[in-house]
């Protein structure tokens, strides 16, 4: 409780997920009193906590912030917008999940079983082309005709969002 409240204190966001053998109504109060954001008493299902930290994570903006910039690029997640040197660009629905995804991780490589996962859904082909189809139309609207190149593919291992000349 006293960690809880300190880090409240001096304004940390972070989701709190407190685990306890304290199941009483007013040990719940207690914790959420603190600054908790769910309260999960033992014996507890690893399911359940699995699926409770996902709620957690979906809930908290200030982990996913809605606005994304890399270079001149701006991707709005709220709104589902994207922008490059202050010009709007215009994406498909897939296309965007993929360049959102790409912008959550900027500066990191991503594969393509990571860009399957977390973009197309349990029938995806694997061995179709579709991700280098969706990575090229994505080159195009988003690099185009600027020299800071942003959408770049390490051959055999994935593809990575960060400035290029």
């Known amino acids: 409780m006293k960690v809880c409240r300190e880090l409240r204190t001096r304004g940390n966001a972070?989701?709190?997920?407190?685990?306890?053998?304290?199941?009483?109504?007013?040990?719940r109060i207690t914790g959420f009193d603190a600054g908790a954001d769910d309260y999960l008493t033992k014996p507890f299902s690893f399911r359940?906590?699995?699926?409770?930290?996902?709620?957690?994570?979906?809930?908290?903006?200030?982990?996913?912030?809605d606005v994304l910039a890399i270079e001149d690029?701006?991707?709005?997640?709220?709104?589902?917008r994207v922008s490059r040197a202050n010009n709007e660009v215009?994406?498909?629905?897939?296309?965007?999940?993929?360049?959102?995804?790409l912008a959550r991780r900027a500066g990191q490589l991503v594969s393509r079983a990571e860009?399957?996962?977390?973009?197309?859904?349990?029938?995806?082909d694997p061995f179709s082309n579709t991700i280098e189809v969706y990575i090229n139309r994505l080159r195009k609207k988003i690099d185009g005709n600027h020299s800071t190149k942003l959408l770049h593919t390490r051959r055999g291992e994935g593809y990575i969002l960060e400035p290029r000349d």
């Open 90 to 101: 215009q994406l498909t629905a897939k296309e965007y999940a993929l360049l959102e995804y």
């Open 115 to 124: 860009i399957a996962a977390h973009v197309w859904d349990d029938a995806f």
């Open 73 to 80: 690029l701006v991707v709005d997640s709220a709104s589902h």
């Open 14 to 27: 972070t989701p709190i997920l407190m685990l306890t053998a304290r199941a009483a109504v007013d040990d």
């Open 48 to 65: 359940e906590l699995l699926a409770r930290i996902r709620a957690l994570l979906r809930r908290d903006t200030n982990l996913r912030p």
